[in-house]
């Protein structure tokens, strides 16, 4: 009798596994001198304690330059944070907060600068929550620079690529610039820096490229803003300025 209770002891007493934490970079294209948006994306961290998180990104420096964070619209919005960019290849962001974080989706934005054509990875080194819990699962993101998607490619569901958009800055419309690989409905949204949606549009387009989008920003106030580009499965973003 006794065995029987010391093992229902054991059993109700054995540590119980923790989802990990998903965390995940982007796929993006553009031009070289271009500046893209590389959202820090997470799943579900309520209730997790999350007061902090350090992570070192590695890319390839002759693709593509990290210039610096923004946690304005991010999950991370009020935090500490502190920055190392004096490594080539690499990028260092440490950030804590009193409160926990809480909620899904981007964790952190940093800016980034298109330098050259080609390709380059965008992985984590390391990555961690509090002193490393709880425990974090990591994907990898892709920058391709002035190179278009191919059947040989590892992600060949990319169905268009975005080149950015004119005028910078923009004042009553801005044209954004796709190359459409299937013809279909192209959604475009518009968010500030608080990560409201401020203005949505979407066309039916052909497939082609070099196509303008002409997106309405005569309402909006003087600001930056990132805006998402949607076709199909594919997503991709862009920072825009707004002048007065």
Do not use: C
């Not at 579900?44 to 330059?65: S, Y």
């Not at 518009?190 to 949606?197: A, K, S, T």
């Amino acid at each position: 009798m006794k065995a029987w209770l010391l093992v229902l002891f054991l059993i109700g007493w054995s540590p119980v596994a923790v989802a990990q934490i998903e965390v995940s970079l982007p796929e993006v294209e553009g031009d070289p001198g271009e500046s893209v948006v590389l959202p820090v994306v997470v799943s579900d961290i309520t209730g997790r304690d999350v007061k902090g998180f350090w992570f070192k990104l590695l890319f390839d420096p002759d693709v593509i330059e990290v210039d610096g964070v923004d946690l304005i619209g991010s999950l991370s919005e009020g935090s500490l944070v502190a920055t190392n960019a004096r490594t080539e290849g690499e990028f260092v962001v440490a950030s804590a907060n009193a409160r926990p974080l809480s909620g899904s989706g981007p964790l952190i934005y940093m800016t980034a600068t298109l330098i050259s054509q080609g390709a380059s990875t965008l992985q984590f080194d390391d990555f961690l929550f509090n002193d490393g819990s709880p425990d974090a699962l990591l994907f990898s993101g892709l920058v391709r620079s002035g190179t278009s998607t191919s059947a040989e490619d590892e992600r060949p569901s990319t169905t268009f690529r975005l080149h950015g958009h004119f005028p910078e800055p923009a004042t009553d419309t801005v044209n954004i610039q796709v190359d459409l690989a299937l013809a279909g409905q192209l959604q475009v949204r518009v968010f500030d820096m608080l990560g409201r949606e401020v203005a949505a549009t979407a066309f039916m387009k052909e497939a082609g490229a070099g196509q303008d989008v002409p997106v309405d920003v005569g309402d909006l106030s003087a600001g930056k803003y990132i805006y998402s580009v949607t076709a199909g499965p594919s997503t991709a973003t862009g920072l825009l300025t707004v002048s007065r």
